[in-house]
């Protein structure tokens, strides 16, 4: 039957049902199920998943300054993004000012995280769904090698090192120990690059893997550690000494100029190598212009990298901050996340109690009460679904909404905002890339368009990277050494109660902690991730999330080998690594995957 | 082996998810103990997957503590050596991290720095799904005897430590003190507090709790 929604997509579940079930525990639980029509093209889509519900659960009761350490390890991806989020949360709760160099060095290692996360995402995670493996053991080093020098001055280009790759790959592949390679849909006609684009792709997944550890060297100087580098509510726990020359613990010159060359060396790997493969592989995929779903309608940025330390207005933020609805470009709306008309949960399609489900509640006032059912329609058990019912409850995810709205967030979003507002720094790059593919802007609300944007936001990332890094040191040498305001640690200063929010632009996308403290201990803790709006179910109105928006109207070059919807799906860099299960339309299983 | 043998000691595992915790409660209570010297490093991995190579890359000697589904009665303690270590993680996925350390250990082998050595020291986990919760007894006790078997591992390779009595300076690489053992556990709010309920399918295995 064939409905239309009220954001604008017309869905039909009249056709086979495809099954894609990624089983995991540590970052949440994704399902997706899709109707494809006769022609294999998706006419419905439905998301599943599990964000843990609730990190009240683990953080009633304790103190609100170590919150920071058990949200770093909700997940393995984003730890130091949940860290920052959750120290801010607590200073505005409690009205904490921390210091400039405090600002400046938290969003140098938000800044690394986005580079480094973006990296790893297209090399590691995402290239594959483009890139065929396989096929690369069929390229001519020699015309590999004509191909990289054609689009980089990166110098390790020659036919010996590309030859060198593809016989490290043979010896890999023939071992028969594929690793991460594995399970792939090699062979596939979905896959366009020819063998050469694909080995050199490769070598640079060898690469990327290789440097990608210089870069987190950044956290480990001014976090102390890495993995799980430290925070602190009130600023940095980083002490700063210019004139120290090797006690312990004191970032000094010598550290600063460490990453200082890896800033340096980051820009060149990110300009050299991401920036010319991305094109070069988009250019074999002009054609391929799926997966746009919400990002030319709703699209939403909290906002991050404060210019200066203290200052929330939207105007400091040089990540934008704001909300675009209705397709209406000329328009961005400001985003206010203690206004409680604005952000709500909504659990009409969640396993979820409110007494009224027609209504949302916003974090503040967030409840979270389980209710495990399943719809009439369900084939299965409630222990083994083999088909959901998306008319009822059918998601551990709840359904934010921005004033109704459901909203796409992440890179792209970020970059539609940026170049709605006209600035410069997202407008000009969005249409050199657009000039240089001979693209129309359209293209750019896609799945291909969300990969761009973030190997754009990758560029600009480090580039803004070298900016902190140099204003970090002019201050120091100005005299100012402060990193942390100590003067409301004392939980005999705070009020009775308290409530606050914290926000950041992860880097795959806009992510919110709300806390309420209360007698110097957490009272409510919810926290609001990226993946949750992007990968929302259905609403009481009908409105369809992200990702349901975005796999409609795909075909399937195969339709039990779902490369296209992993493609789609991985373009939003959901906050979930898992193996997944595909099953054929009676529930046999056909096909595992690994999906990151 | 040479003075200059390079040994990383890895806990993997997720501490909010209960036994699951094992492997950085093992190289906690390690550091509580023992100090090595400098061509030891003792690390708290997390759920950190590709992003450990480098340090797998760096070792020559790499020793993991962590849970692992062996298929064995909850609490045995088992110790899997060389070229085992990898199937063996990969032999049954029973979390994110272990599938993700098979493919560390891969890429480490891609970009050719494999270590030479390799023991894996897991133990198989009693309960998972409880998460805020720490590990269950039978876990807890096999971090002692997991530990030794690392020892005995190291001195094979002649590598010596130093005895730590009383209180001293927590390493680096270790979880937040916030996040430690005992703190952990002690500020673990209540099951009507927190409202740990729901969803069943994460409590299936706890016997309807």
Known sequence: MSIQTPNGFTLDNAGTRVVVDPVTRIEGHLRCEVNLDEHNVIRNAVSTGTMWRG?????????????????????????????????????????????????????????????????????HLHALDWVDVVSALKADPKATSVLAQSISAWPQSSPGWFRDVQNRLKRFV????????????????????????NLMAVAHYLEALDFQREIVKIHTVYGGKNPHPNWLVGGVPCAINLDDTGAVGAVNMERLNLVSSIIDRTIDFIDQVYLPDLLAIAS?????????????????????????????????????????????????HDVDLSDPAQIQEFVAHSWYTYEDEQKGLHPWDGVTEPNFVLGPKTKGTKTNIQEIDEDAKYSWIKAPRWRGHAMEVGPLARWVIGYAKGMPEFKEPVEKVLTDLNLPVTALFSTLGRTAARGLEASWAVHKLRYFQDKLVANLKAGDSATANATKWDPSTWPKEARGVGTTEAPRGALGHWIVIKDGRIENYQAVVPTTWNGSPRDPAGNIGAFEAALLNTPLAVPDQPLEILRTLHSFDPCLACSTHVMSPDGEELTRVKVR | ?????????????????????FGV?????????????????????????????????????????????????????????????????????????????????????????????????????????????????????????????????????????????????????????????????????????????????????????
């Not at chain 2, 082996?1 to 915790?21: P, R």
């Not at chain 2, 093992?26 to 450990?52: C, M, N, S």
């Not at chain 2, 962590?66 to 049954?92: H, S």
């Open chain 1, 284 to 332: 074999f995929y002009k054609d391929w212009t799926f997966g746009g779903g919400l990002s030319s309608q709703s699209v939403m940025s909290y906002g991050d990298i404060p210019e200066r330390a203290n200052d929330n207005s939207a105007a400091n933020q040089l990540l934008p901050r704001g909300a675009i609805i209705n397709g209406n470009l000329q328009e961005v």
């Open chain 1, 174 to 197: 023939e071992s028969g120990q594929l690793g991460p390679f594995m399970n792939g849909y090699w062979g596939n006609p979905a896959y366009k690059l020819p063998p050469e684009a």
């Open chain 2, 1 to 21: 082996m040479s003075e200059q043998t390079k040994i990383l000691i890895l806990g993997i595992g997720n501490v909010l998810w209960a036994d699951e915790g």
């Open chain 1, 55 to 123: 990190l009240e659960v683990i953080l009633k009761g304790r103190d609100p300054r170590d919150a920071w350490a058990f949200t770093e390890r909700i997940c393995g991806v984003c730890t130091g993004t949940h860290a920052l989020t959750s120290v801010r949360a607590v200073e505005d709760a409690l009205g904490i000012q921390i210091p400039e160099n405090a600002n400046t060095i938290r969003n140098i290692m938000q800044l690394t995280l986005q580079s480094h996360d973006h990296l790893v995402h297209f090399y």
């Open chain 2, 25 to 209: 409660r093992a190289v906690e209570a390690l550091a509580e103990r023992y100090r090595f010297g400098p061509h030891v490093q003792l690390l708290d991995g997390g759920t950190q997957g590709i992003y450990l190579v480098d340090q797998v890359r760096w070792a020559d000697v790499l020793v993991v503590f962590d849970a692992v589904d062996y298929g064995l009665p909850p609490g045995t303690l088992k110790r899997v050596e060389g070229a085992e270590v990898p199937r063996f993680m990969g032999a049954k996925k029973m979390s994110l991290h272990q599938t993700g350390f098979q493919e560390v250990l891969a890429l480490a082998d891609l970009l050719g720095d494999y270590p030479q050595h390799l023991l894996l020291i897991g133990v198989q986990p009693v309960e998972l799904d409880d998460f805020g919760g720490s590990l269950r007894p039978p876990v807890k006790a096999c971090i002692q005897p997991a530990i030794a078997l690392a020892l005995e591992f190291l001195a094979g390779f002649g590598i010596g430590w130093e005895v730590l009595e009383g209180h001293h300076e927590r390493p680096l690489d270790l979880p937040d003190p916030a996040l430690s053992l005992d703190a952990y556990e002690s500020g673990r709010p209540s099951e009507v507090a927190a409202y740990r309920l729901g969803d069943p399918r994460v409590l299936a295995g706890v016997g309807g709790a």
